[in-house]
C-alpha cells in the first residue's frame, strides 16, 4: 500500500468549476507538498504546508495533522490549470534528513 | 535568480553502457535530491546529498549512485544501464532538508 493516496485519479471540469484534489498519507510527515507538472516533466512546487491553510491566488491547500489529510482547491479553474498534480509527503528522519515520498498524481483537464 | 539546471534534457543510451546526469541548485541551496519518474511506477526518491554527503538513500540498486561537488552541483550515475531505467529524472535542490524544494526540467533517459 503507497503511503501517500490521491484521489481522483482522473478529473476533468469545465472552465470555470470549482476543483478540489485530495491526499491522505499514513505516516508521521513534517510537511507536505503540492507539486504542478505540466507536459513536458517540469515540476512546480505549489505549496508546502505542515498546518493550516495557505492560499496563493486561485490555489488554495489546506491540511488536517489529525486525520493525516490534505486538500487542493483551484477556484475559478481555467484550461491552463491543466495538469497533473501531485502531493508528497516529507519526512524527516533525523536531523537535517528529509525525504520526499509522493502519491501517483492526479490528472486535471479542464475544458473551455 | 536562476533555478534548478539538468543537463542534458534528453539521452538515449544502449542497454549495458552507464550515463551521467548532472544537476546545478539554485545558487545557496546545500541539498540536492534525485528522483526517477516512471509511467508505473510515479516519482519515486533516489538518493539527497547535503554538503557533498549522502544523508538519505531510497530503494534502488547499487548501480544508481550519485556525488555532490563543493559547489553544490550534483551528478547521478547509473552503469550498465537495463531497459527498465527509462524513464525521467529529476532532481530538486532546497536550502536544507525541510524547505520548500525547487526541480528541475529533469532528464529523459530513454534505454534502447
Known amino acids: 500500500k503507497n503511503e501517500v493516496e490521491q484521489s481522483p485519479q482522473n478529473l476533468t471540469a469545465q472552465e470555470g468549476e470549482f476543483i478540489t484534489i485530495n491526499c491522505s498519507y499514513s505516516?508521521?510527515?513534517?510537511?507536505l507538498h503540492w507539486l504542478q507538472q505540466h507536459p513536458g516533466g517540469g515540476i512546480v512546487s505549489l505549496f508546502m504546508l505542515s498546518s493550516g491553510k495557505k492560499k496563493h491566488g486561485r490555489l488554495i491547500a489546506t491540511i488536517n495533522i489529525q486525520e493525516k489529510h490534505s486538500s487542493l482547491h483551484i477556484t475559478a479553474s481555467h484550461p491552463r490549470d491543466s495538469a497533473v498534480y501531485i502531493c508528497a509527503a516529507g519526512l524527516n528522519s533525523g536531523g537535517s534528513n528529509y525525504k520526499l515520498t509522493f502519491g501517483k498524481g492526479t490528472l486535471l483537464t479542464v475544458n473551455p | 535568480k536562476a533555478g534548478v539546471t539538468q543537463t542534458p534534457r534528453y539521452l538515449i543510451k544502449t542497454r549495458g553502457q552507464q550515463v551521467t546526469l548532472s544537476c546545478s541548485p539554485i545558487s545557496g541551496h546545500r541539498s540536492v535530491s534525485w528522483y526517477q519518474q516512471t509511467p508505473g511506477q510515479g516519482l519515486q526518491f533516489l538518493f539527497e546529498y547535503f554538503s557533498e554527503t549522502q544523508r538519505n538513500k531510497g530503494n534502488f540498486p547499487g548501480r544508481f549512485s550519485g556525488r555532490q561537488f563543493s559547489n553544490s552541483r550534483s551528478e547521478m550515475n547509473v552503469s550498465t544501464l537495463e531497459l527498465g531505467d527509462s524513464a525521467l529524472y529529476l532532481c530538486?535542490?532546497?536550502?536544507?532538508?525541510?524547505?520548500?524544494?525547487?526541480f528541475g526540467q529533469g532528464t529523459r533517459l530513454t534505454v534502447v
Open positions: 505516516v508521521g510527515i513534517s510537511a
Open positions: 530538486a535542490s532546497s536550502l536544507w532538508g525541510v524547505t520548500e524544494a525547487f
